[in-house]
């Protein structure tokens, strides 16, 4: 089974600045990488998905790269509604779906 | 508008099984897989299977295979998990979610275990 890895787990940063969260995979799933974010209480959002492509009405900030087996999701201006939890997802497999053990983004 | 409603919270006690409902609308059920996937409290995304509402036919997540079983109902557009043997480690939110309009998530349905 495909394994994926996020970091940090968590992290806490100001209004305004550039927040950086990784994904690897244990073996390469091409572009095969959605990013989701998730608030309490409410289902995960779907932000990007084939690595790079934004999710229709998802604000230009959030950005995803990479391909094979290391991929990131940026923030690029953190504002106090991106305070969540974010999760990464192969869909690669054709036969399950694997998420990365998520990583909470707070505001100092 | 696409959505998939999900039936509500369950208390169940150890050693019984669950049945949990997800309704499609505003789509063709049959186009699209349906996965289950569940999140334990203060826990990460746990993928636990899908169902091809076409066919019937499932694929199950290596933890849940022999107690999870995923069905459909074309007539009513609906998908089903049920998860037998149920131990407390099995409290969890359970959610639905179809690859329609690229991500679309039920709202979530509430399993506690509990003596």
């Known amino acids: 089974d495909i394994q994926m890895t996020q970091s940090p787990s968590s992290l806490s940063a100001s209004v305004g600045d550039r927040v950086t969260i990784t994904c690897r995979a244990s073996q390469s799933i091409s572009s095969r990488l959605n990013w989701y974010q998730q608030k309490p209480g409410k289902a995960p959002k779907l932000l990007v998905y084939?690595?790079?492509t934004l999710q229709s009405g998802v604000p230009s900030r959030f950005s995803g790269s990479g391909s094979g087996t290391d991929f990131t999701l940026t923030i690029s201006s953190l504002q106090p509604e991106d305070c969540a939890t974010y999760y990464c997802q192969q869909s690669y497999s054709p036969l399950t779906w694997t998420f990365g053990q998520g990583t909470k983004v707070e505001i100092k | 508008q696409v959505q998939l409603l999900q039936s509500g919270a369950e208390v169940k006690k150890p050693g019984a099984s669950v049945k949990v409902s997800c309704t499609a609308s505003g789509y063709t059920f049959t186009t699209y897989y349906i996965h289950w996937v569940r999140q334990a409290p203060g826990q990460g995304l746990e993928w636990m299977g899908r169902?091809?509402?076409?066919?019937?036919?499932?694929n199950y997540a290596q933890n849940f295979r022999g107690r999870v079983t995923m069905t459909r109902d074309t007539s009513v557009s609906t998908a089903y998990m049920e998860l037998s043997g149920l131990r407390s480690d099995d409290t969890a939110v359970y959610y639905c979610a179809s690859p329609v309009g690229r991500s679309t998530w039920g709202q979530g349905t509430l399993v506690t275990v509990s003596s």
């Open positions: 169902v091809n509402p076409n066919s019937g036919g499932a």
């Open positions: 084939a690595a790079s």
